[in-house]
């Protein structure tokens, strides 16, 4: 396969890349790219898809570009409905708080952005599983605390916070 991108014009480094894939086998990608030197100066999450029977990416394009740090992009779809989880940091990983956007149309048009509930410090890496009862389980992490946080959801759009564990030595990205 092909890569996604050579570059992303104006950044000098991408990270934390995610994909999803459609049961007719077309896939949308998601990572953050930025400016640096740091990971997070400059970051802006991007897109790019490939088309059920294609060789080929699409051409990336800019999703979310915040004044402050866009990190950590998270895609999750059932059918046609994708969720976007990402991170916003404005000072820090220990200052990330969890956003979420859906889309009902394969990351055509999106949500506006909603906060997830909870702690500061708050970051995510992983999609959410379905449970057996039919409810989503977000995995996240505490960049404060180094400890795994979970939060839980019956319907994809409104998210609590379910419990954490805690380990020796510390964890982070469950």
Same mark, same amino acid.
């Given at each position: ?65 915040? %004044? $402050? *740090? ?5 895609? #999750?779809? @059932? ?5 976007? /989880? ?45 449970? %057996? $009862? *039919? ?5 996240? #992490?505490? @960049? ?5 946080? /979970? ?24």
């Amino acid at each position: 396969q092909r890569p996604i991108f050579d570059s992303i014009p104006g950044k000098i480094g991408s990270h934390a890349s995610t994909i999803t894939a459609f049961g007719d086998g077309e896939l949308l990608a998601a990572w953050y790219s930025y400016e640096g030197p740091h990971e997070l100066q400059g970051s802006a999450i991007y897109m790019a898809r490939m088309l059920s029977g294609q060789d080929a990416w699409s051409q990336p394009w800019l999703v979310i570009d915040r %004044p $402050e *740090g866009d990190g950590n992009p998270v895609l #999750y779809s @059932e059918q046609d409905r994708v969720w976007l /989880f990402h991170a916003v940091v404005p000072f820090g990983w220990s200052t990330s708080r969890i956003f979420v956007q859906q889309s009902t149309d394969r990351g055509h048009t999106w949500s506006e952005p909603k906060l997830l509930p909870g702690m500061l410090g708050a970051n995510v890496r992983y999609p959410p599983v379905r449970t %057996p $009862e *039919g409810t989503l389980l977000l995995p996240a #992490y505490d @960049e404060i605390f180094s400890r795994s946080v /979970f939060f839980l959801s019956s319907d994809g759009s409104g998210w609590n916070p379910l419990g954490t564990i805690e380990t020796v030595p510390e964890n982070i990205q469950p």
